[in-house]
Nanobody, 124 residues
Framework: QVRLVESGGGLVQAGGSLRLSCTASGRIFSTYAMGWFRQAPGKEREFVAAISWSLGSTYYADSVKGRFTISRDNAKNTVYLQMNSLKPEDTAVYYC?????????????????WGQGTQVTVSS
């Protein structure tokens, strides 16, 4: 069993930055991809970014490309999401998740374990 805990959310003005962290516990994993998703009120959960754990390959949604950066620290079992140039439309609950595969994937069904989420609110 894997437990994922996100942190780093909060309230920020448009144009500002936040860094989200997701730390995993329960077992050591070094082969599965990790992803970040977000869900705004009344909307479906959407893919934000993903990283393959061993190769470091990354993939981003078009809406965040060039503004967000996903990274990981294998020694700390932690994945990060650096969010710059935030916009009000980035407001959502952000979730990290562990994929069922080693390659980056973008659909929620491809992920086994999820964190509880952290709220990000961007004011205009």
């Amino acid at each position: 069993q894997v437990r994922l805990v996100e942190s780093g959310g909060g309230l920020v003005q448009a144009g500002g930055s936040l860094r989200l962290s997701c730390t995993a516990s329960g077992r050591i994993f070094s082969t599965y991809a990790m992803g970040w998703f977000r869900q705004a009120p009344g909307k479906e959960r959407e893919f934000v970014a993903a990283i393959s754990w061993s190769l470091g390959s990354t993939y981003y949604a078009d809406s965040v490309k060039g503004r967000f950066t996903i990274s990981r620290d294998n020694a700390k079992n932690t994945v990060y999401l650096q969010m710059n140039s935030l916009k009000p439309e980035d407001t959502a609950v952000y979730y990290c998740a562990e994929a069922k595969a080693i390659a980056v994937v973008t659909i929620p069904q491809a992920y086994n374990y999820w964190g509880q989420g952290t709220q990000v609110t961007v004011s205009s």
